[in-house]
């Protein structure tokens, strides 16, 4: 198992990961969602490969203030394995090595369980509320 930058060939597998984990909404189109990050610093697209088959995902990305973290992901019968670890801990040392000072990670209003995860990472409640505005409607 490695932790690598997306390829081309990785869009299906990594979209039905998504989709699997629950990760996918209506107004997101994943296609889309990759089709964006393919032009903006796609080396902070990760994905954890097996022998040639994608069991997680982790796509991040370094706004000049903060690092962003999004499509955190592991197959269903790999997860307690520490993918998700070393999946954040490359995100960590690629926005590192940036320049980068703080990490943020949005999880979604129902999906609390997976706090327990960033906590064992390291990541802290910040007392910031998400708010967002779309700009472009994908769904
Ligand atoms: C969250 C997720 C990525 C974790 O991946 P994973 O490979 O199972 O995590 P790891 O095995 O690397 O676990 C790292 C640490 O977190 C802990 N952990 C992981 N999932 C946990 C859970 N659901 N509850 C409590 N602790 C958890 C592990 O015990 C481990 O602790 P340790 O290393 O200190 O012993 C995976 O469960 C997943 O894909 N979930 C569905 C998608 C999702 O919700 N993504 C997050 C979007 S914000």
Redesign the pocket.
């Known amino acids: 198992m490695r932790v690598r930058e997306f390829r081309d060939a990785d869009e299906q597998p990594v979209v039905d990961l998504w989709r699997a ?3 996918v909404r209506p107004w997101n189109d994943p296609h889309r969602d990759i089709a964006r990050k393919k032009q903006v610093q796609r080396e902070l697209f990760l994905v954890a490969d097996d022998d040639g088959a994608v069991v ?1 995902s982790a796509m991040a990305g370094y706004d000049g203030h903060r690092g962003w973290v999004y499509y ?3 197959a269903e019968d ?9 999946l954040m801990a490359e995100v960590e040392v690629r926005l590192l090595a940036l320049g980068c000072p703080k990490v943020n ?4 209003s129902g ?1 609390e ?2 706090a ?2 960033y906590d ?2 390291g990541y802290e409640p910040d007392g910031a509320t998400g708010l967002g505005k779309r700009l472009i409607a994908d769904g």
């Open positions: 984990a629950g990760l997680g955190v992901a592991v790999r997860r307690g394995a520490g993918v998700g670890r070393l990670v949005q999880v979604r999906n369980p997976v327990a995860f064992r990472l």
